[in-house]
């Protein structure tokens, strides 16, 4: 099989360019494949090549035909992107360097794809997020940051109106969440599920408490701290503001939060200076190695607004770390509530949310159980062989129907 991979960017820092990682590393090294990537960076990818290197028939093989990136705001990145991903692999084509059985993609990257995987829907994203998007709402030095997000959305939600509505596209859902909005908006009732998964070698309630003691004095956390750990790289969409404000109705409890991901923490110092939280919180960027973060914290909070899975969740419970997850995320279907980890139903119910982290606070017992528990589920169910076998079995099933 030769496969054509259509993403931006890979590499292990976020949740669905790791999952696509995994997978075409798994059908390269197991099933012989050829894979053929065509991103803007690609790191951390096993026997990866250049492009211009390719000789034929080279099968178990992964090359990288670098796409020339265009500085400047996310929008026009995105054009640029999607133009020149097209160029270059007709230009490819053409040539005959690059022949592929199907095409690829991790969301909208191309109008060509065989298969999409489908990891949030944007039209489902907006209706939740809208109100926020209202100009009078946010001071005016704010206003060209809405509007950027604003058309960057709209183009996204026509895209996913030409190209979801085509029965040609076989697409697969990372949850039934997922699923259910591609049914809802597009009428699509043909979405395959196939959830992310994660490290369930590397991952475990043995390595986060044989990593604790350090990871702790790491962060500079002290033994009767209980500390919070969210994780995310667009921090509004996971919740980090539903988080603050339950934080603030906690301010007689020992907690300390933990923020790892991407996003710029100057947007909010000043909510922080006025609500007393400031001391209370530590920025950390995302790394390769993710452990470290599980090791520190007590608890791991996930309120995403809208998340079609949300991998750290998962990750957290292979950990035996505790976990609250919204009802918004796709990866809370694989928690029972109470026993394998809880569920907030409104992520921007900040109160219940606030009760929630009380609870759990207090009861020692409860963090032990919902965490052994959610631990088992996972590493027996979650791992990544499951995930890219099932992969492999539907990109195989597309092929044999073209």
């Known amino acids: 099989m030769r496969l054509t991979v259509v993403s931006p960017f890979l590499d292990r820092l976020h949740g669905t360019e790791l999952c696509i990682i995994e997978q075409i590393e798994h059908l390269a090294s197991r099933h012989s494949w050829e ?61 005959g360097r690059v022949r592929p059985d199907l095409v690829y993609s991790p969301g909208i990257n191309c109008l060509d794809a065989d298969v999409i995987v489908v990891h949030i829907v944007f039209h489902a994203f907006y209706e939740r997020v809208r109100p926020e998007l209202a100009l009078h709402r946010v001071p005016l030095r704010s206003w060209p940051l809405l509007i950027h997000r604003k058309i960057y959305y709209k183009l996204i939600m026509f895209l996913e109106q030409k190209i979801y509505r085509n029965p040609g596209v076989r697409l697969v859902a990372v949850s039934s969440l997922v699923a259910a909005q591609m049914k809802s908006h597009f009428q699509r009732e043909d979405v395959t599920v196939i959830r992310n998964a994660v490290d369930t070698i590397r991952l475990t309630p043995e390595g986060r408490l044989a990593k604790r003691n350090a990871s702790r004095q790491l962060f500079q956390y002290a033994d009767h701290d209980f500390v919070l750990l969210f994780v995310g790289n667009d921090w509004k969409k996971k919740g980090l503001d539903s988080l603050l404000r339950a934080l603030g109705q906690l301010s007689e409890l020992p907690l300390r939060l933990l923020v790892r991901g991407t996003d710029d923490p100057s947007l909010y110092l000043s909510l922080l200076e006025k609500s007393g939280l400031r001391d209370r919180i530590r920025f950390e960027k995302s790394r390769p190695e993710v452990l470290p973060f599980y090791a520190a914290a007590d608890l791991c909070v996930a309120p995403s607004l809208e998340d079609g899975f949300n991998l750290p969740i998962v990750e957290a419970m292979a950990c035996g770390l505790p976990v609250i997850a919204s009802a918004q995320a796709g990866a809370s279907e694989l928690i029972r509530d109470g026993e394998t980890g809880f569920i907030l139903p409104d992520p921007q119910d900040h109160s219940h949310l606030a009760h929630l982290i009380r609870r759990i606070h207090a009861d020692e017992s409860l963090r032990r159980a919902t965490g052994e528990s959610a631990s088992r589920y996972v590493l027996a169910n979650c791992g990544w062989d499951e995930n890219a076998e099932k992969t492999r079995k539907l990109l195989e099933s597309v092929l044999q129907r073209q």
């Open 35 to 95: 894979i053929h990537l065509y991103s803007q960076r690609v790191k951390d990818v096993s026997g990866l090549q250049l492009g211009s290197d390719h000789v034929e028939n080279l099968p178990g093989s992964i090359f990288w035909h670098k796409v020339s990136a265009l500085p400047g705001p996310h929008l026009l990145n995105y054009l640029w992107w999607f133009l020149a991903n097209h160029w270059q692999r007709r230009r490819d084509r053409g040539s």
